[in-house]
């Protein structure tokens, strides 16, 4: 019997309304805040601090970040699992928020740290804090988004509490990307290695404290009747489940993308545009995007979940073209980057709070909910594979074109910079749109499977 007509047969049925308080919606944005206001630094400046800081080649730190991050990614489904197995009077995801706060922010520290060392060494050192600071930070991205479909059972009010947490990531991102190179400066006083020091420290404090509020405020519902499942039930739960096949290939292309954009403003404004300092400005008009995440509710009210992420892609291309167009003009060049960091925001936003709906789908098709492992992959891994290959692919480009650290680039390498920062993104936005062409089908049946699931 095809899923057309398994829906059929049910009786169209509207889900129960669980609204959240105010206090549980503010709690939830902080939990991205906090993730990123520490992580977007590496989407945002690692490449750069690793050639231009710390002391590596371009091809060493390109080949580090792809090798290191899909290593480190391969931890996200494990996670999922860890997660999926967790039962303590605190819920099932809220405890991570508690235990892996401070050791998130303490290796974040690290990587951003450099210490004496020299050749082999200094390469181990880079490897190994930048991996363990990311397998960390799955584990708290996987809480992040696998408490979700345990804080409420409502699509709807799924949606009103990610676009919480999206704006709540939105201010840890806009702290971080406008705030970290002004900061390096300030605690550095020309020691930009001292200065990364200090700034990662003075932000993972804030991060803990913020934390250990979120952890406090939330609560997890229903979850003393979830039951642990084995590793191999989990695996079951992708068997078939199209929506998450889906939606895991458009937020890894978009994760690529956006990686690429964010971790070569730096090179664009230093190089490109001759001043470094405008990296903070431009970064700064980023938090218009909290725009693109404001209107999603109403986006989706009038639309749906699938077009409403396929319009953010749109506007993320067509600002970045229109970047091309405006050269070193600086007010059309920012007025194109806050179009796309509009879309951006929309199409960052969508995947998170649809993760849950094909959670559902997998327990309406295989009877197994694995919320941890399917919301693991579907975000930890996506975050972290595409950040490597994000970061990897704008390496590799400048490199070829002949980019050297701290000198006067070439007529050639300024035209590997331009392709990496305008056209790259550009084409990677593109291709997040095919996949979400299929989704369609998957969105118009979630009404009948919740109402399947609530019968069983």
């Not at 210490?115 to 050192?125: E, F, M, Q, R, S």
Request: a positive charge.
């Amino acid at each position: 019997m095809g899923i057309a007509d398994n829906c059929t047969a049910m009786k169209e049925e509207k889900p129960v309304k669980m609204t959240s308080s105010l206090g549980s919606r503010l709690s939830y944005s902080l939990t991205d805040g906090c993730g990123n206001l520490l992580y977007c630094i590496i989407g945002s400046f690692l490449l750069y601090f690793y050639t231009d800081v710390f002391g590596l080649s371009v091809a060493v730190t390109g080949t580090l970040l792809l090798a290191t991050r899909l290593l480190d990614a391969v931890d996200a489904p494990i996670w999922g699992v860890i997660v999926d197995h967790t039962k303590t009077k605190y819920g099932q995801s809220r405890p991570y928020f508690l235990w892996l706060s401070v050791p998130f922010a303490v290796f974040m520290w690290l990587t951003f740290t450099t210490p004496a060392l020299d050749g082999t060494a200094k390469i181990v050192y880079a490897a190994t804090t930048y991996i363990i600071a990311g397998i960390v930070y799955t584990g708290i991205q996987t809480a992040i988004t696998s408490i979700l479909p345990n804080l409420t059972h409502d699509p709807k009010e799924r949606v009103v509490l990610n676009t919480f947490r999206m704006v709540g990531g939105n201010v840890g991102a806009f702290t971080c990307m406008t705030f970290t190179l002004p900061l390096v400066a300030f605690f550095g006083g020309g020691n930009d290695q001292r200065g990364f020091s200090i700034t990662l420290a003075v932000f993972g404090a804030a991060a803990v404290v913020l934390f250990f509020v979120a952890f406090k405020n939330l609560r997890e519902t229903n979850v003393e009747k979830i039951k642990q499942i084995p590793v191999k039930a989990s695996l079951k739960a992708i068997k078939g489940n199209w929506p998450w096949m889906i939606l895991v290939t458009a937020n890894l292309i978009f994760w690529i993308a956006l990686t690429v954009r964010q971790s070569t403003v730096v090179y664009y404004c230093q190089y490109y545009l001759g001043d470094k300092s405008i990296a903070a400005v431009v970064n700064g008009f980023m938090v218009i995007q909290v725009l693109g995440m404001l209107s999603i509710p109403f986006l989706v009210r009038h639309s749906s979940k699938y077009m409403t992420m396929i319009f953010g892609l749109v506007l993320a291309v067509a600002g970045h073209i229109g970047m091309y167009f405006a050269g070193t003009y600086m007010t059309m060049l920012i007025t194109f980057w806050c179009l796309s960091s509009i879309g951006q925001g929309i199409a960052c936003s969508m995947p998170f709070a649809m993760l849950s709906d094909t959670v559902d789908y997998g327990e309406w098709k295989t009877g197994i909910r694995a919320s941890g492992f399917l919301t693991a992959i579907g975000s930890a891994f996506c975050i972290k594979a595409g950040s490597g290959i994000g970061g990897f692919l704008p390496a590799m480009v400048m490199n070829f074109f002949g980019y050297v650290p701290n000198a006067v680039q070439s007529a050639q390498a300024l035209v590997g910079i331009q392709l990496v920062f305008i056209w790259l993104p550009a084409v990677i936005f593109a291709l997040g749109i095919v996949p979400m062409l299929f989704y369609r089908r998957y969105e118009a049946q979630e009404n009948n499977i919740l109402a399947a699931l609530e019968k069983r």
